[in-house]
């Protein structure tokens, strides 16, 4: 039976980032990196973006050289899957039967993409945006001559894959379930920008809008059909709906949890020496006003990563990191800080016909994030108002003349 003194499970940024960040401070003892992925360990943005567009290559997205696991001690066990923890023997047993000890783990298999539940969501040409498998099914299909694409969900994968489909010529239509772009993590000022973003690129929006079934032929899709019997014609669809945290084997053991595995200021799950982190962790998060949720970014997975390491070796310090966020589409970058949940009031700074604006969000009075628009010194700035909890009258905040670093 394998033994690892340190098991990570998942090699996504938060499972990579434990490994490097043991190595860094100093753990000597024995690390295994396992995944189920058969790839070298690689960043999960650029899927949706750069890497889907042809604009970097695998090797430019890979977290490290393939030669550094080695080179550092970390064994990087790739093709192998969890189904069981048993925390009482701190073992874990793989589909294929083999086992292994582990003196901590630390679990941070991120999450599965949802899947559509309606007739034909299983036809070829329906693809989610998970892995570098998924990317290279969907670009072998474009290259295939694939024209007409539907985009279900209307959240960041799905805006930016439409927007790497029209720089391709494609046909995008988006069909969203609620009456606006981006509703679950923005306010209306920036939905309303994006869609006419899109709109202005030649996407097209069904809001409001759900997926009856899948219409196919001869085993791949050829449509979608709304509930409002609407057929939109389609050779590939692309499914961007969130994902399901990987935690099945720690709720299994007992661990507790449900969306996502709960985990405490030191990324400790309830399972004795067993840690989570990153997509799949819930935690409480001082950020949202103390509220349980799950952060699926790569600061939160680096950060927690961070914050088990350090636990791990008697350094412990809580998880207090201040969430960032960005999102590239056309020529369009995207910078968020801080966590807009529950706000109460919008303030918009600059003008977005220009491009160029960003929203501040406030709860209470207080400055609880901002979404940036090409206006990357409101995005420096503005992190230290959120940091601050600062309370800044809004029509200081409207002003864009004024820099938010003289609002302090």
């Known amino acids: 039976m394998d033994h690892a003194d340190i098991c ?28 189920r ?4 360990p690689y960043e999960r943005p650029p899927l949706s973006k750069e890497y889907l567009a042809g604009e970097k290559s695998f090797e430019r997205i890979m977290i490290r050289p393939e ?33 292994m000890t582990y003196g901590k783990l630390i679990w941070a298999a991120g999450g599965d993409a949802r899947r559509l539940s309606c007739e034909g969501g299983d036809l070829g040409g329906v693809h989610t945006i998970r892995d570098r498998p998924d990317i290279e099914r969907l670009k072998a299909e474009l290259d295939g001559g694939a024209k007409q694409v539907v985009v279900i969900g ?148 680096n950060d927690m990563a961070t914050t088990a390491v350090l636990d791990i070796l008697g350094q412990p310090k809580p998880y207090v990191a201040t969430p960032w966020f960005w999102s590239n589409q056309y020529d369009l970058k995207l910078q968020t800080v801080g966590i807009s949940v529950d706000y109460d009031r919008t303030v918009l700074r600059g003008d977005p016909a220009e491009r160029s604006f960003s929203v501040v969000y406030l709860r209470g009075g207080k400055v609880i994030a901002l979404d940036c628009v090409n206006r990357t010194k409101d995005y420096v700035q ?11 009258d809004p029509e200081a905040l409207a002003n864009a003349e004024v820099q938010l670093k003289e609002l302090l």
């Open 8 to 35: 990570i499970v998942g090699a996504g940024h938060g499972g990579a980032q434990a490994a490097i960040a043991l190595r860094q401070k100093g753990f000597e003892g024995t690390i295994a990196l396992v995944t």
């Open 37 to 40: 992925e058969l790839d070298t």
């Open 67 to 99: 030669a550094f696991w080695a080179d550092k001690g970390i064994a990087l066990q790739r093709g192998r899957s969890v189904v069981k923890v048993d925390p009482q023997g701190h073992s874990l047993t793989f589909a294929d039967g083999s086992s």
């Open 154 to 301: 209307g959240g960041y994968i799905g805006l930016e894959a439409a927007a790497v489909l029209r720089k391709f010529g494609c046909e995008v239509t988006v069909v969203e379930a609620l009456d606006r772009v981006l509703s679950r993590v923005a306010g209306e000022d920036l939905s309303t920008f994006y869609q006419d973003a899109h709109r202005a690129e030649g996407v097209s929006f069904r809001l409001s809008a759900k997926v009856e079934a899948i219409e196919g032929m001869d085993g791949h899709v050829t449509g979608v059909r709304l509930e409002d019997l609407e057929v939109l014609p389609a050779d590939m669809v692309i499914v961007g709906i969130g994902i399901i945290p990987s935690i099945g084997p720690l709720i299994g053991a007992g661990a507790a949890g449900s969306n996502g595995v709960d985990v405490d200021e030191f990324c400790r799950t309830s399972l004795e020496d067993v840690y989570a982190v990153g997509d799949c962790a819930a935690h409480a998060n001082g950020f949202a006003d103390g509220a349980v949720i799950r952060l699926e970014s790569v600061q939160n997975a």
């Open 382 to 392: 503005g992190r230290k108002l959120v940091e601050a909890h600062a309370r800044i």
